[in-house]
């Protein structure tokens, strides 16, 4: 019933920028919470920014400083622009809505930080 398409992942040099997107097959209405998380080979996967239904934002301690979360005024897309980017950025990203007691989840886009 819901379904999330993401893009704009890719390959950046260290300290370049990529911005991703999230779009929902619905108008999103109501609570609700929706961030990118994160997923590095051998680690787990981790919130990097989240953004809730009334405009509050939260960022990982990581990426604070580097990375903006934002929607659309419609709230049937999500961003996030990454600047500053490090090696250590590297991974899956997934895009995420919370809304009532349902988790939905992108299929994930690789965004990979290399020299």
């Known amino acids: 019933q819901v379904q999330l398409v993401e893009s704009g992942g890719g390959l950046v040099q260290p300290g370049g920028s990529l911005r991703l997107s999230c779009a929902a097959s619905f108008r999103v209405i109501g609570i609700y919470t929706m961030g990118w998380y994160r997923q590095a080979p051998g680690k787990q996967r981790e919130l990097a920014a989240q953004i809730t239904s009334g405009g509050t934002t939260n960022y990982a301690n990581s990426v604070t400083g580097r990375f903006t979360i934002s929607r659309d005024g419609a709230k049937t897309t999500v961003y996030l622009q990454m600047n500053s980017l490090k090696p250590e950025d590297t991974a899956v990203y997934y895009c995420?809505?919370?809304?009532?007691?349902?988790?939905?989840w992108g299929q994930g886009t690789q965004v990979t930080v290399s020299s």
């Open positions: 995420n809505l919370h809304m009532g007691p349902n988790d939905y």
